[in-house]
């Protein structure tokens, strides 16, 4: 599967200038509402270690990581439900997204203008989640009229009726459907709801707001429990230019471990349940993203359909056996080692995946 994430905020909070460090791209990022006219989308391979050193053992170049999407609309203002601003026009680009990163601004700077003049970040949160659910409530609405009638045709329908009503009281009352984690999700899906999505935040600091945790502690709580991670857009575009020591040693040096792009992928993988396994061998080594809790018919299915289908068995190794037991060896496959050792398993249709299983399918499909 492939990860999306569609990005969202009040114009002036630095989502460009966030949007081209996350994603390497140089779109228009200017000190002036709707900078951002067309929908911009990047797509950045998840950074991981572990297909480098696979690649060193299994001798080849062709290094395929698993990859996130980011899709940055213009900036929302109040009112956008009804035609204000232009954000409100590419709501439809992150319907299909599987969560929404909120950029709220929370520094200070008079160079920099708010779109009312005023820095608030409770009150810039509000506006945003205010006009999801506004939209959310209109496609609600324009989907219960017909729906009501095909309900009134078909009984068994009832039960999606009953939550669709739900729904539209939660919106009705200014409530994102994230609010309630009771609503059946599925009854729900084909309409792609804004604020059915999980939401990280993402709070845009300066330099001295990366080591002020008392202020990020007031900011976090604005949203629990909904994650929040504490960037700084600038520093994030610096590191643009940097080779990975001195981006690391940049990073340091304001007590941050992790880039904000490494943040927000840990972030959206742990939000949505998500796990990466590995496959590997001389033509490829690559990461395929699962949910967590997928078996390994499913896993299959990542790759092919038809690898689901015929599933047969599934010949795995926990990556860091391969790596320890592969290290002394200077003969033979990389798996030698690791079969004379007895780390290899056959593992069947019920075999629930774990995020370190290097993985082989033995499949078998007939016309």
Same mark, same amino acid.
């Given at each position: ?54 690649a060193s053992l ?85 989907? =219960?009229?017909?729906? +009501? !009638? %095909?309900? *009134? @045709?078909?009984?068994?329908? #009832? ?118 396994? =590995?496959?590997?061998? +001389? !033509? %490829?080594? *690559? @990461?395929?993203?699962?949910? #967590? ?40 496959s990389p798996l ?32």
């Amino acid at each position: 599967m492939s990860l999306s994430i569609g990005i969202v905020g009040l114009p002036n909070v630095g989502k460009s200038t966030l949007f081209n460090a996350l994603t390497d791209s140089n779109i228009l990022a200017a000190n002036y509402p709707f900078a951002t006219i067309e929908p911009n989308t990047g797509i950045v391979p998840v950074p991981d270690e572990r297909l480098t050193k696979l690649a060193s053992l299994y001798k080849t170049n062709n290094i395929v990581p698993a990859t996130v999407s980011f899709v940055d609309i213009a900036g929302l203002v109040a009112g956008a439900s009804k035609g204000e601003g232009l954000g409100n026009q590419f709501l439809s680009h992150i319907r299909s997204t599987n969560a929404i990163v909120q950029v709220v601004r929370a520094f200070d700077d008079p160079n920099v203008q708010h779109v009312d003049e005023q820095h608030d970040p409770a009150k810039d949160i509000d506006v945003i989640n205010t006009e999801l659910v506004l939209a959310d409530l209109q496609t609600v609405t324009n989907r =219960l009229n017909k729906f +009501e !009638k %095909e309900a *009134r @045709a078909n009984p068994k329908l #009832k039960p999606v009726l009953d939550t669709i009503l739900q729904v539209r009281t939660l919106l009705d009352s200014g409530q994102p459907i994230w609010s309630q984690p009771d609503i059946d999700r599925e009854h729900i899906a084909d309409l792609q709801l804004l604020t059915a999505k999980p939401v990280i935040y993402v709070f845009n600091l300066d330099e001295d707001g990366l080591t002020d945790t008392a202020h990020q502690q007031k900011l976090r709580e604005l949203v629990a429990p909904s994650p929040a991670l504490f960037v700084c857009a600038k520093l994030e575009s610096e590191l643009r230019s940097l080779d990975a020591t001195d981006a690391a040693e940049l990073l340091e040096s304001y007590g941050v471990k992790e880039s904000g792009l490494i943040q927000l992928i840990h972030a959206a993988y742990a939000t949505l349940g998500l796990q990466s396994y =590995l496959t590997a061998g +001389e !033509k %490829e080594v *690559r @990461a395929w993203t699962v949910h #967590k809790g997928a078996t390994a018919p499913q896993a299959a299915g990542v790759i092919h359909g038809d690898f689901e289908k015929g599933f047969i068995a599934a010949q795995i190794i926990d990556y860091n056996d391969l790596i320890s037991l592969s290290a002394d060896q200077t003969n033979g496959s990389p798996l030698a080692a690791a079969k004379a050792a007895g780390k290899v398993r056959t593992e069947g249709k019920t075999y629930v995946m774990q995020p370190n299983d290097v993985v082989e399918f033995k499949f078998n499909v007939t016309k």
